[in-house]
């Protein structure tokens, strides 16, 4: 059993207290950040239940030391230039610029089973966001009981609760576009809590540059208390790194297939769309995901459609969301088998789908089996503390299984479609966005 790592925030705008009272942990993982944005993780050893200020300071200097200076930099050449030039001391007084110009209206969906627990700490965090035109939507995806429509009408009013007949996480988010009034649509889970500046993050990029179709953000863990929980910080976890990046696929070369490892753009957990680009590609594919054979890979599958339609997606870190992993080995072993599952689904679906790329999403897949799965179960013989082989296993076979899911998973959404119809947005409600253009 691993010794719990305590999770928070140093935020260096502010003075570096010493922390205390961390008993039963043996190191702190601290988030640094500069007037909210994220910069990096810093890991300290604990003594006696106690970080200093001093020791935090030299941690950060020494690991972070560069990016402070970028980031301090980029605030103040944001600026107009002194004519004296950049004083250092300066510098650390320049917050980052505002941005003055209009924002577009944004819909929060939380897609939801039977978990009423982890999703009343989701909504604790959503009601705090800081962002003018929004609106909260809890999709509530084939329930067994009404404990979340109580939950969501009796504790938040703000808040909109819309049940989700068709059994499939990519059903919800699909009831989520469908029902939303927001020009973007921002998904979280329900075993997540938000960052009060999340949805501002997003939705800025989207406003300053309008060819963006999709932003996802950072991922953090929300608590690293199981040997679970770290364990699968080792093994990848969700965070995608503390700088920006922009994809879109060059018109010139035509598609490479390097969007194909979809993975690197982000995860379901932080993920938000211009409702307008679904027009144009279609919804998510039901046959993907959570509560079907395939267990996943509808996010990829959207972020690979993204970009293989010629659309613009960024990653910003700045846009943080803090995610709690699974507690138990037993689920985190189930997790990682369905990861397999779910990308090797996406893998077919894409290739029935682009059949122009049907040769590069195989020779991707291959790599990808040798270089993730493979590779890493030679280095577990050899180094079973780094890398757990029963974990490489249980993704390896998941990633065999998913090969054969997607066609049956097909045929299940069919059927649900003939059973339920398509889905259609609540009756009695007028699209506010429409209403507002036809004004």
């Given at each position: 059993?691993?010794?719990?790592?305590?999770?928070l925030d140093v935020e260096l705008s502010r003075p570096l207290d010493d922390?205390?009272?961390?008993?039963?942990?043996?190191?702190?993982?601290?988030?640094?950040?500069?007037?909210?944005?994220?910069?990096?993780?810093?890991?300290?050893?604990?003594?006696?239940?106690?970080?200093?200020?001093?020791?935090?300071?030299?941690?950060?200097?020494?690991?972070?030391?560069?990016?402070?200076?970028?980031?301090?930099?980029?605030?103040?050449?944001?600026?107009?230039?002194?004519?004296?030039?950049?004083?250092?001391?300066?510098?650390?007084?320049?917050?980052?610029?505002?941005?003055?110009?209009?924002?577009?209206?944004?819909?929060?969906?939380?897609?939801?089973?039977?978990?009423?627990?982890?999703?009343?700490?989701?909504?604790?965090?959503l009601v705090l966001l800081d962002y003018p035109d929004l609106e909260l939507?809890?999709?509530?995806?084939?329930?067994?009981?009404?404990?979340?429509?109580?939950?969501?009408?009796?504790?938040?009013?703000?808040?909109?609760?819309?049940?989700?007949?068709?059994?499939?996480?990519?059903?919800?988010?699909?009831?989520?576009?469908?029902?939303?009034?927001?020009?973007?649509?921002?998904?979280?889970?329900?075993?997540?809590?938000?960052?009060?500046?999340?949805?501002?993050?997003?939705?800025?990029?989207?406003?300053?540059?309008?060819?963006?179709?999709?932003?996802?953000?950072?991922?953090?863990?929300?608590?690293?208390?199981?040997?679970?929980?770290?364990?699968?910080?080792?093994?990848?976890?969700?965070?995608?790194?503390?700088?920006?990046?922009?994809?879109?696929?060059?018109?010139?070369?035509?598609?490479?297939?390097?969007?194909?490892?979809?993975?690197?753009?982000?995860?379901?957990?932080?993920?938000?769309?211009?409702?307008?680009?679904?027009?144009?590609?279609?919804?998510?594919?039901?046959?993907?995901?959570?509560?079907?054979?395939?267990?996943?890979?509808?996010?990829?599958?959207?972020?690979?459609?993204?970009?293989?339609?010629?659309?613009?997606?960024?990653?910003?870190?700045?846009?943080?969301?803090?995610?709690?992993?699974?507690?138990?080995?037993?689920?985190?072993?189930?997790?990682?088998?369905?990861?397999?599952?779910?990308?090797?689904?996406?893998?077919?679906?894409?290739?029935?789908?682009?059949?122009?790329?049907?040769?590069?999403?195989?020779?991707?897949?291959?790599?990808?089996?040798?270089?993730?799965?493979?590779?890493?179960?030679?280095?577990?013989?050899?180094?079973?503390?780094?890398?757990?082989?029963?974990?490489?296993?249980?993704?390896?076979?998941?990633?065999?299984?998913?090969?054969?899911?997607?066609?049956?998973?097909?045929?299940?959404?069919?059927?649900?479609?003939?059973?339920?119809?398509?889905?259609?947005?609540?009756?009695?409600?007028?699209?506010?966005?429409?209403?507002?253009?036809?004004?």
């Amino acid at each position: 059993m691993a010794e719990p790592i305590k999770v928070l925030d140093v935020e260096l705008s502010r003075p570096l207290d010493d922390l205390t009272s961390l008993h039963g942990y043996r190191a702190l993982q601290a988030l640094v950040r500069f007037h909210d944005a994220p910069l990096g993780y810093v890991t300290v050893p604990l003594l006696e239940g106690r970080c200093s200020a001093a020791a935090l300071r030299q941690t950060i200097s020494r690991e972070l030391g560069p990016a402070v200076v970028r980031q301090l930099l980029r605030h103040r050449l944001a600026l107009p230039l002194p004519r004296g030039g950049l004083d250092f001391d300066e510098l650390l007084g320049t917050p980052p610029a505002d941005y003055k110009g209009p924002m577009p209206s944004v819909t929060v969906a939380v897609c939801t089973r039977d978990r009423t627990s982890g999703l009343a700490k989701c909504l604790d965090s959503l009601v705090l966001l800081d962002y003018p035109d929004l609106e909260l939507l809890v999709v509530d995806n084939a329930p067994s009981d009404d404990a979340t429509e109580k939950l969501v009408r009796g504790r938040y009013p703000d808040v909109r609760y819309v049940c989700e007949p068709r059994p499939g996480l990519d059903w919800a988010r699909n009831r989520a576009i469908a029902e939303a009034d927001g020009e973007i649509i921002a998904y979280t889970d329900d075993d997540a809590a938000a960052d009060p500046q999340w949805v501002t993050a997003l939705a800025r990029v989207f406003a300053e540059h309008p060819e963006v179709m999709a932003v996802t953000g950072l991922v953090v863990p929300l608590e690293l208390e199981t040997e679970a929980q770290i364990r699968f910080e080792q093994y990848g976890g969700f965070g995608r790194g503390f700088a920006r990046e922009w994809f879109r696929l060059d018109a010139r070369a035509g598609a490479d297939g390097s969007h194909i490892g979809a993975g690197r753009f982000g995860t379901g957990a932080n993920m938000a769309y211009r409702r307008s680009v679904f027009e144009h590609i279609g919804t998510f594919d039901p046959a993907l995901d959570v509560g079907t054979e395939t267990n996943g890979g509808g996010d990829l599958e959207m972020f690979f459609r993204v970009l293989q339609e010629g659309y613009t997606l960024v990653y910003e870190p700045s846009a943080v969301i803090r995610h709690r992993h699974r507690r138990s080995y037993g689920e985190l072993r189930t997790q990682l088998t369905n990861h397999g599952i779910g990308l090797y689904s996406f893998f077919v679906r894409s290739a029935r789908f682009y059949p122009d790329m049907r040769l590069r999403i195989i020779r991707f897949g291959l790599w990808w089996l040798w270089w993730w799965d493979v590779r890493r179960l030679l280095i577990g013989f050899a180094r079973p503390a780094r890398m757990p082989r029963d974990l490489i296993l249980a993704e390896l076979y998941g990633a065999f299984t998913g090969l054969t899911r997607y066609r049956k998973a097909r045929k299940s959404a069919a059927e649900i479609e003939a059973a339920h119809g398509p889905i259609e947005r609540e009756a009695g409600r007028e699209d506010s966005s429409v209403m507002a253009a036809a004004e």
